[in-house]
């Protein structure tokens, strides 16, 4: 079987690689093709990748192919995973420099600099949407390219239903959750809701009973993980549910600008000097590569979330977050298995909503738990959101919504409109600054007019 990782010179590749690594069923993935626009990126993680393979126990690890032709990579395959970042982490460093400089965040998937991120890249994604409808329109399309639910969306109008947005955010939750329950996370049912980075946890099953009252009846429960940390015990018992971490961004919203300000580096900053030091550092042939990636690993989730954790006072990020995150690439590989060997699993996905959750029409892309077969994702029926979490999803699914008419209009003018919806957003006057300094700073926006 074909895997086709499209953003194949990024960082995180190994990680996807590792789980493949790891595979041993039948019908697993054999061969793995490397896509990306930048040779000297693809020739780096192309050496990590070997170095694991030669550190492996198994004997018949996926072959590895590298390419910078698209169609090429394309052709053949079963499935398509897609992690690129249109304008690199220096553009992540752009967007959240120009959004603090307007007292708004800057975060690569919510507010201000989600709108951005997600301009530069809808124009990109729609064109390979366009290449893998028909160079391999029996592939499946898993995407972890960010803005995750917006990009999934606008793919899905090529694509339908054979593109699936994974995230791992509501997996680490649920687990983080189940052992502070006591629960064994890999028996445990979530009612988790939202879109990609705005959902909450409201109950997690054991047994067919709901344990999760349980966790609100106790502060030294509810501050155990890392949500409740960074949340605080008596907002989580106002809201009777546990927020998708990056709903400190609009929870606490103030907090986290003012932490991200104060910060000697934003986290985009950081990432891209940190990443700019590996890939120069493990071009040299002399250096290990594997070792050098798995030390920059460790540094970068580490470090996590960091201005946020500060802003809440929740301190440092503990080692068990890091091991329950569980990992996109396990997200992945589990929904690879499930349709590719008919392995029924049912995986929190980014899939369209059809008459899933009420307020939102039939083409939303909604983050939702989902049974996995052989025919593809089918999301499960939820209860609907309180009015606050509806008011906050359909608000930002509007602005979605915006920003994919005016990607496909080429318009500034709908630019601003999705910037001055946002409930980030706080001003047209700023939303019409936002775009006049974004639109200077990204090549990548020239299109709007």
Not at 201 to 230: C, I, M, N, Q, Y
Request: glycine share 10%; hydrophobic share 45%.
């Amino acid at each position: 079987m074909r895997l086709v990782v499209l953003g194949g010179g990024g960082f995180r590749v190994p990680l996807v690689y590792g789980a493949l690594l790891g595979d041993r069923g039948e019908g697993r993935v054999d061969e793995v093709v490397l896509y990306d626009t930048d040779p000297l990126r693809l020739r780096t993680i192309a050496r990590v990748l070997a170095d694991q393979a030669a550190t492996s126990a198994t004997t018949d690890a996926p072959r590895v192919r590298v390419t910078t032709d698209l169609d090429t990579a394309l052709r053949g395959a079963d499935f398509v995973f897609s992690a690129i970042r249109v304008g690199g982490l220096e553009g992540r460093a752009t967007d959240e420099r120009i959004a603090l400089a307007e007292g708004v965040l800057g975060q690569e998937t919510v507010g201000a600099g989600g709108i951005a991120y997600g301009l530069r890249t809808l124009p990109v994604v729609d064109r390979i949407a366009r290449r893998v409808a028909e160079v391999a329109p029996d592939a499946w399309f898993i995407n972890f390219t960010n803005p995750a639910g917006l990009v999934t969306e606008a793919m899905s109008r090529h694509l339908g239903d054979r593109v699936i947005g994974i995230c791992d955010s509501p997996v680490g939750l649920g687990r983080r959750v189940a052992r502070a329950l006591g629960a064994d996370p890999a028996t445990v049912e979530v009612d988790y809701v939202g879109l990609n980075h705005l959902g909450w946890l409201r109950g997690l099953r054991v047994d067919g009973k709901d344990e999760l009252p349980r966790l609100f009846t106790s502060a030294a429960l509810l501050e155990s993980f890392e949500e409740g940390r960074l949340f605080g015990a008596d907002w989580l018992r106002s809201l009777g549910c546990v927020p998708n971490e990056y709903l400190h961004y609009y929870y606490f919203n103030r907090e986290a600008v003012r932490a991200y300000q104060q910060a000697d580096l934003t986290r985009g900053a950081f990432l891209h000097g940190q990443q700019a030091r590996f890939y120069a550092r493990a071009a040299d042939p002399t250096v290990p590569a594997l070792a050098t990636w798995d030390e920059v690993r460790a540094e970068r989730e580490a470090t996590y979330m960091a201005e946020s954790r500060e802003a809440a006072g929740a301190g440092e990020r503990d080692e068990a977050s890091l091991t329950e995150s569980g990992g996109y690439e396990t997200v992945a590989l589990a929904l690879m298995r499930a349709i590719a060997r008919d392995e029924r699993a049912t995986l929190v996905l980014n899939v369209r909503n059809r008459s899933t959750l009420a307020g939102l029409d039939a083409d939303a892309v909604i983050e939702v738990p989902c049974r996995v077969d052989s025919r593809g994702a089918h999301p499960l029926p939820v209860d609907p959101l309180p009015a606050h979490a509806l008011a906050l999803v359909t608000g930002v699914k509007a602005v979605e919504r915006e920003a994919m008419a005016a990607a496909d209009a080429g318009s500034r003018a709908g630019a601003v409109k999705a910037f001055a919806l946002h409930p980030l957003v706080d001003s047209v006057s700023v939303a019409r600054r936002l775009v006049d300094g974004y639109a200077r700073a990204h090549p990548g926006l020239a299109y709007l007019r």
